[in-house]
């Protein structure tokens, strides 16, 4: 089951804050956050594997509540270079013990001067 | 460290033809990923590799779609005959560890146009 992401679409202005939300209605091993650019393949921005984990870099940072099921990317005093797509990916186990990641729809951000 | 490399980087073909995609993974990934990704949607995982076994291909279309990875390393994703819809971007990943818990890179993608 996809997962779910809000907003669909956000613009700032360089140096606000942002939040991106994903939940899921399946129990979920492991939510990862990527963003992709126009025309780009998407890029790794981090993994959440535990429950209650919290995890940052630069200013974007990222949690994970597992009874909710939901996962949060927070992107602090936005840059030009934020602008892109984000997508969250959810873990589950499958039926062969390996896991597989499903991408929700994305949320299009853009960081204007 | 090399990236992920896919040819072609397009390809244009008309609906009932034949297409292949390659993908060359990241030296010592086991983990090898195709998703389909149509535009403005989310990648969407055609079929995994653990090695060179399938470990997932619950949505692969089988009845067009095929995919090998030959000696656990290189792969290839074919779609006969194609149609309309399958119009979209092919993406090949990879990872060292498995699906959920492994960092994934992306390859640059194929974009497919069927007319």
């Known amino acids: 089951q996809q997962p779910v992401q809000s907003p669909q679409a956000v613009i700032l202005r360089e140096g606000e804050d942002a939040v991106i939300n994903c939940s899921s209605s399946k129990a979920l091993y492991s939510v990862h956050w990527y963003r992709q650019k126009h025309g780009e393949a998407p890029v790794f921005l981090m993994i959440?594997?535990?429950?209650?984990e919290q995890k940052g870099h630069d200013k974007i940072s990222a949690s994970f509540n597992e009874k909710k099921q939901q996962s949060s990317l927070y992107l602090t005093a936005s840059q030009l270079s934020y602008s892109g797509t984000y997508f969250c990916g959810t873990g589950e186990r499958g039926g062969s013990g390996y896991s597989t990641l499903t991408f929700g729809k994305g949320t299009m951000l853009l960081v204007s001067p | 460290e090399a990236g992920v490399a896919q040819s072609p980087r397009y390809k244009i073909i008309e609906k009932r033809q034949s297409v292949a995609f390659w993908c060359n993974p990241i030296?010592?990934?086991?983990?090898l990923y195709w998703y389909q990704q149509i535009l403005g949607q989310g990648p969407k995982l055609l079929i995994q590799?653990?090695?060179?076994?399938?470990?997932?291909d619950s949505q692969l279309p089988k009845d067009r779609f095929s995919a090998e990875r030959l000696k656990g390393v290189d792969s290839t994703l074919k779609i006969q005959p194609a149609k309309l819809e399958d119009s979209a971007v092919y993406l090949c990943?990879?990872?060292f560890g498995g699906g959920g818990a492994g960092e994934q890179y992306f390859g640059p993608g194929t974009r497919l146009t069927v007319t």
């Open positions: 590799f653990q090695n060179n076994g399938v470990v997932d």
């Open positions: 030296s010592g990934h086991a983990t």
């Open positions: 959440l594997l535990k429950g209650g």
């Open positions: 990943a990879s990872s």
